[in-house]
């Protein structure tokens, strides 16, 4: 398949029927494969209304194929995450290319604002289905190599306790603040960041203890990678199973480099995740915050690439996954703050 110009100029004149092969290009570059039994011949496609004679009984709408093998009639969008949408093709395809390019993400309002979606809740729901698709779990290939392995708290700060009335001149008692590991009212993330093949994964979790720590480690990192990590006794254990070793630099004594220990890597996932969250999204809740994650984590994985190979990517890793409206939250034993 050659290289396609996926960029927001381009897509944003395409046409309804452009947009739609744009897909089925994407999707099926050797024809197109029935979505029920796999069939690869006998597949008819159904002649737009535009190619054909109008006639009182009307007929397919564009973009239908049918399976002579089965019987059975798709589209495109059957079995990926926009089956049973009502939104254009045309909008699709922007979307995906907006979300694929937009370093620091973009929120479901500017979206809306954009696309000219009629309402919030459908653009919200649009980008959740296009962050379903960026998820890759399980991951394809264990992460290897240099593996760097660090935590991070996200969540907005604690409200202010309700002071005295004005004029009665009792101080306002200040409410303390945690920091760090030490805080109840936000949302541990821990991210996995590869250095040589600069894959990433990103999970929230319930908190930042090794019976926690040590799962994802394991199940995310390949035996034979050399971990790279701060001091937190978290990662002591499970730093053992890994045949390159486990090495640590104490942030707490100033240490931040040692030779080839650090953790700058993952600090700069952590870097990009936040700004995202407190530039554009503003607040994320954590029954949400595993699919920003996963957001930011295809984003980085496949940064290297030009903006339009990701959003081909990101298609192309559409298919076989579905999200319905009352599917995104999942808390995952993580506290509803």
């Known amino acids: 398949m050659r290289q396609m110009d996926l960029t927001l100029a ?30 690869v011949e006998n597949i008819t496609k159904f002649r737009p209304p535009s190619e054909r004679e109008q006639t009182p009984s009307g007929g397919a709408r564009a973009g239908v194929f049918k399976c002579n093998a089965c019987g059975s009639q798709f589209t495109v969008t059957v079995n990926t995450v926009m089956e049973s949408s009502h939104i254009p093709m045309r909008l699709w395809l922007m979307a995906f290319t907006i979300m694929c390019s937009a370093k620091k993400g973009i929120s479901a309002l500017q979206m809306q604002r954009q696309l000219g979606i009629g309402s919030y809740r459908t653009a919200w729901f649009l980008c959740h289905r296009i962050r379903e698709a960026k998820k890759r779990e399980p991951v394809a290939s264990l992460l290897k190599g240099t593996v760097e392995a660090d935590e991070t708290y996200v969540g907005g700060k604690p409200r202010k306790a309700a002071g005295p ?27 996995l960041v590869e250095r040589e093949g600069k894959r990433s994964v990103a999970k929230p979790t319930i908190d930042a203890t090794s019976q926690t720590l040590a799962p994802i480690l394991r199940a995310h990192i390949d035996k034979g990678a050399t971990l790279m990590t701060d001091a937190w006794r978290g990662y002591i254990l499970v730093g053992r199973d890994f045949e ?23 600090e700069s996932f952590f870097a990009l995740l936040k700004r995202g969250i407190v530039g554009s999204f503003h607040h994320v809740s954590p029954e949400h915050l595993h699919r920003y994650c996963d957001e930011f984590s295809f984003r980085w994985s496949y940064r290297d690439v030009k903006d339009s190979e990701r959003a081909v990517i990101a298609i192309k890793q559409a298919e076989g996954k579905r999200l319905t409206y009352k599917q995104p939250k999942d808390t995952g034993g993580l506290p509803v703050l």
């Open 244 to 266: 390159g070793g486990h090495h640590r630099v104490d942030h707490g004594s100033g240490e931040y480099v040692r030779g080839e220990a650090h953790v700058n890597t993952a």
């Open 165 to 191: 009335s004005r004029g009665t001149g009792e101080p306002r008692k200040r409410q303390r603040r945690g920091g760090g590991r030490s805080t109840q009212h936000k949302t541990p993330v821990v991210a």
């Open 10 to 39: 381009t897509v944003s004149s395409f046409s309804e029927d452009q947009a739609r092969e744009t897909f089925e290009r994407i999707r099926w570059p050797n024809g197109p494969i029935c979505p029920q039994c796999g069939s």
